[in-house]
């Protein structure tokens, strides 16, 4: 009787903190995220993440490899003003703009995952992948776009 009281409340306790952390895990995403910055900001952020990126892949250290990837994948939303001028600019594009905005997320995870499973060559893939799409993504986007408020 006293062992399955025991084990009754222990998995109450296991339930209720495993609920928690899924649901942390979750309030810190990319889209559910309350902090919002300017997107000048959040670029910067990500220009600083993904130096600590390639550093860490340059000393093939695994565990900064795949810190600094979720650092890319969990930067801030953007601000709802600088949202709403950067949609408006956009247009018709906006869903591309978002297309490519997802792509990189999914590579950044999918790097983050490789440095976990100490794949380098994977890593190399999937690094070499999202440079790639942020290229594009500012090719197509990042010139007519000022959208800070201060000009
Ligand atoms: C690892 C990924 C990325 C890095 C390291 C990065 C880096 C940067 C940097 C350094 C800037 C200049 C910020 C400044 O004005 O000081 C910038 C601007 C910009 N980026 Fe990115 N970027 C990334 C991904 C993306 C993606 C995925 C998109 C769109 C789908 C994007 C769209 C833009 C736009 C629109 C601007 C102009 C922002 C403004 O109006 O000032 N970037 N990015």
Do not use: W
Not at 50 to 58: C, G, M, W
Not at 77 to 85: E, P, R, W
Not at 123 to 130: F, H, P, S, W
């Amino acid at each position: 009787m006293m062992t399955r009281i025991v084990l009754g409340f222990a998995l109450i306790v296991f339930l209720f903190v495993g609920s928690y952390g899924f649901a942390q895990e979750h309030h810190h995403g990319h889209a559910t995220s309350e902090a919002t910055k300017p997107i000048a900001e959040i670029m910067q952020g990500m220009n600083s993440s993904l130096y600590d990126l390639t550093s860490a892949i340059v000393l093939e250290d695994y565990a900064l490899i795949t810190t600094a990837a979720r650092d890319i994948v969990n930067h801030p939303s953007i601000a709802q003003g600088d949202l709403d001028s950067l949609f408006s600019r956009l247009g018709a594009e906006k869903e591309a703009f978002i297309a490519c905005d997802d792509r990189v997320h999914e590579l950044a995870g999918e790097i983050a995952e490789a440095g976990e499973q100490k794949d380098m060559d994977l890593v190399l893939e999937k690094y070499a992948a999202m440079i790639g799409k942020t290229v594009e993504c500012h090719r197509n986007y990042k010139p007519d776009m000022k959208v800070g408020s201060e000009e």
